[in-house]
């Protein structure tokens, strides 16, 4: 009979998973878990990638999640290096991420309560509030059933992180290899969507034929299901406009004739007038403005059909009128076959010539600064000349304040999962880890990044990775050497008692030239797109260091209405 270690069993069930990357720092209690992937998990294609920090390794793990529609794995080693991980799961927890939180613990006789020991730590307390399930795995024999449960739970409903906490002794742990019995994933989950009640589907078909002014809205939910094919089919029977959250961009292609880009007042207006709005994948949070007047309708006027995975999801910000629990992409398929027997394929709504003239309107400013030669630089037109350089499939990845709203702008996203940022998390530092992954996962793909520069310091250390990895991106940092969205709300609320915010002069540039990239500063905006060239054809991964407009980034405009909706009951002071 051969003989088996814990870790080799851990390896063995990633592996039965179709794991491609373990994220993380070696750690005294990881060793073997290590050793394990050294010895046979790479023959069977699962890589130990090392970071320089375990936050970088969750959000590259949760990358690799959203890129691949698989579970991302990343481990960190007791106390610190468990701690560390923690921004990391907590964005992919907000934004619904499946990915496996893989912690070593002190031995079992030490822990839970711990006593003493040295880095010593409650890893279970630590993340329970930031995933959907965890649990420490008391013996050797119990890792497979606790790895399936983790992955069932990933998976399931509103998916999201799972942690499993690893005593060392259970690692190390040797038995016997005949004890112990791997499954595939179809014996012991669905691996196959579920669509909706037939009912619920025939009455959301016939309330979408007897609607006037229907709109489809949809949200992450919508992304993660791969339904973009079945949304716009519905959407083309109908002739109705299609909207997305923020977070789902990519769902539907942004030149696509009936789509309204976000956050733009073209898609608020045409939510707010619709009569029946169907909502898929989306719990309508903080960015959709909870489904509030005005963004919205009011709801003595405007009906709601709602489809999610989670029933908690359902009617959560939102009262709906009808409410539908499935998988996004099955539940619209099947709509759509109810539907297509009911009507005709209808002409464009008439309202889109409105809604696309408001947009239009609404875009021209931003288009204009997106155009201007005033130095120092616009932030825009930085991220007009990123879009215009990089081809329609590169991968997209912002990371800031400020720098964020301004890409939503002005780049415009053709396809699912070609934009990765922290969505509902408002979580800064992930922009760089992110686009490492998002190279190392599409080599063949071009990956360009704009972050802010307070946001790009956070986890500036993965430089290195992203050099000895050889994942040649492109970084393209606004550097107004400050945090610029919170110096602008104390320059408009605060009378410019600015504290806290400012910046002295980094040579970003340097920095990556000395890690091995290819660095530049750019100051003049006519030399955008040369130093992009450049940056490419250098063969390495490259940072362009921009010096944008400080002033400019004191108020990116038309946010009044978002701002009063989310800071809703606070009174700012008048001194």
């Not at 998973?17 to 070696?26: K, L």
């Not at 619904?96 to 890893?123: E, F, M, R």
């Not at 540039?509 to 797109?529: H, N, S």
């Not at 010096?547 to 606070?570: C, H, K, M, R, Y």
């Amino acid at each position: 009979m051969s003989k088996i270690l814990g870790a080799d069993v851990l390896v063995k069930c990633l592996i039965q998973e179709d794991a491609r990357f373990v994220f993380g720092i070696p750690g005294g209690q990881l060793t073997t878990l290590l050793d394990a992937i050294h010895r046979f998990g790479r023959e069977e294609g699962l890589e130990f990638i090392m970071t320089r920090h375990e936050q970088a390794a969750a959000h590259m793990a949760d990358t690799y999640s959203r890129l691949t529609g698989k579970v991302g794995v990343c481990v960190g080693t007791v106390g610190p290096g468990a701690v560390d991980l923690v921004p990391g799961v907590y964005e992919a927890y907000v934004n619904s991420i499946p990915i496996l939180v893989l912690t070593a613990q002190n031995q079992t006789w030490k822990s839970y309560p711990d006593h003493g020991s040295t880095q010593g730590c409650d890893q279970l307390g630590l993340f329970r509030p930031i995933t959907k399930w965890n649990a420490v795995v008391s013996h050797w024999k119990r890792i497979p059933e606790m790895v399936q449960e983790a992955f069932r739970q990933a998976t399931t409903g509103r998916p999201g992180p799972v942690h499993l906490d690893l005593p060392v002794d259970v690692l190390f742990e040797e038995g016997e290899e005949a004890d112990i019995e791997i499954l595939p994933p179809a014996r012991y989950r669905a691996t196959v969507a579920a669509s909706g009640d037939p009912q619920l589907i025939k009455q959301a078909a016939e309330m979408l034929a007897q609607a006037r002014s229907p709109v489809i809205h949809a949200g992450g939910g919508a992304l993660r299901s791969g339904a973009s094919d079945e949304i716009i089919a519905l959407a083309e029977l109908l002739g109705c406009p299609m909207t997305t959250g923020v977070t789902a961009r990519g769902t539907i292609p942004e030149d696509h004739p009936l789509y309204l880009i976000p956050p733009g007042l073209g898609s608020i207006l045409a939510r707010s007038q619709a009569d029946l709005v169907l909502v898929i994948g989306s719990r309508l949070g903080g960015f959709d403005f909870w489904g509030k007047s005005p963004m919205w309708g009011k709801p003595s006027e405007q009906a709601i059909i709602q489809i999610d995975t989670a029933p908690e999801s359902l009617g959560e910000n939102r009262q709906v009128d009808l409410a539908i629990l499935g998988d996004a992409k099955a539940v619209v398929r099947d709509i759509h076959a109810v539907l297509d027997t009911l009507i005709e394929p209808r002409e464009e709504s008439p309202q889109l010539t409105q809604y696309r003239a408001t947009q239009a309107a609404w875009l021209q400013n931003f288009e204009n600064l997106g155009s201007s030669d005033a130095v120092p630089i616009h932030p825009l037109r930085v991220v007009k000349d990123a879009r215009t350089f990089f081809p329609r499939n590169a991968l997209f990845v912002t990371d800031g304040g400020n720098t964020t709203v301004w890409t939503n702008y002005l780049t415009r996203i053709y396809e699912p999962g070609t934009c990765l940022w922290a969505g509902d998390s408002g979580q800064g530092g992930d922009g760089l880890p992110k686009a490492i992954a998002a190279k190392l996962i599409c080599p063949d793909r071009p990956v360009y990044a704009i972050c802010g520069d307070g946001f790009f310091m956070m986890n500036v250390q993965e430089l290195e990775t992203a050099a000895r990895l050889g994942t040649n991106l492109v970084m393209i940092v606004n550097n107004d050497r400050a945090f610029g969205m919170i110096k602008a709300a104390q320059d408009g609320s605060f009378a410019k008692r600015y504290i806290g915010v400012d910046f002295t002069d980094v040579r970003y540039d340097k920095m990556a030239e000395a890690a091995g990239w290819y660095g530049e500063r750019v100051e003049d905006p006519k030399e955008i797109t040369p130093a992009l060239k450049r940056a490419v054809d250098s063969g390495k991964p490259a940072l362009l260091d921009v010096i944008v407009d400080s002033q400019a980034n004191l108020g990116p405009p038309d946010l009044a209405t978002a701002v009063a909706i989310w800071f809703e009951g606070v009174t700012f002071p008048e001194y």
